[in-house]
């Protein structure tokens, strides 16, 4: 077992300088939701497991988790929209390809941080998937805003995507969306 190092003060502040390379809050948020593991919901990072006890790294990392997936709905619905952007425009694969496999696959579901109050997850996956979707458009404008949305009524549940809530919040997201 490799020897443990000593703990820093401020756990919290050492976690997001080592993992808070990306230039993106969406990417910092794939980041330490890529730490956890989907069966057991713990955290794990090979340093951080050196340095902190395990109680203590699973603090840090929800914390951390929790702090970006704040950070993004704090975002306007543009700012969302700018940041999901830029985070496909820095990697190295296909940006529509990997537009479409977020969207097709609901990907997005698992950057929710545990015990995430239902009002919190249903804005982020409608916010996210919106902009999604509107990305999608500008990578392929051969299908229109309204083929993507009703590709959620169709039959076939393998691809099938989500249809947006109704109500205040859909009209307060449109206006919105149409102001930038």
């Known amino acids: 077992m490799p020897e443990k190092l000593s703990q820093p003060k401020q756990p919290l502040e050492f976690a ?9 809050i969406f990417g910092r948020l794939v980041s330490v939701a890529a730490l956890r593991d989907p069966k057991s919901g713990r955290y794990a990072h090979s340093l951080l497991n050196r340095i902190l006890d395990e109680q203590s790294l699973q603090d840090t990392l929800h914390q951390l988790h929790r702090k970006y997936f704040v950070e993004w ?9 700018g940041d999901l952007t830029r985070f496909f425009n820095t990697s190295d694969a296909d ?5 479409l496999v977020w969207l097709d696959h609901h990907l997005y579901r698992s950057l ?5 109050p239902s009002y919190e997850s249903e ?4 916010d996210i998937w919106l902009a999604l979707q509107s990305i999608q ?5 051969r299908k229109t805003h309204y083929e993507l949305d009703t ?14 809530p109704s ?3 859909q009209g307060w997201k449109r206006r919105q969306l149409s102001a930038s």
């Not at 080592?18 to 993106?24: D, E, F, K, Q, R």
């Not at 709905?73 to 929209?81: F, S």
């Not at 590709?151 to 947006?164: L, N, P, Q």
């Open 112 to 116: 929710l941080p545990a015990n995430t």
């Open 137 to 141: 458009y500008d990578l392929d404008p």
């Open 73 to 81: 709905l704090g975002l306007t619905l543009a700012q969302q929209r």
């Open 123 to 126: 804005l982020f996956t409608h």
């Open 95 to 99: 940006s529509s390809s990997s537009v």
């Open 167 to 169: 109500g205040l919040l």
């Open 16 to 24: 997001e300088n080592l993992l808070g390379g990306s230039l993106t």
């Open 151 to 164: 590709a959620a009524g169709s039959g076939d549940d393998r691809g099938a995507r989500e249809k947006r």
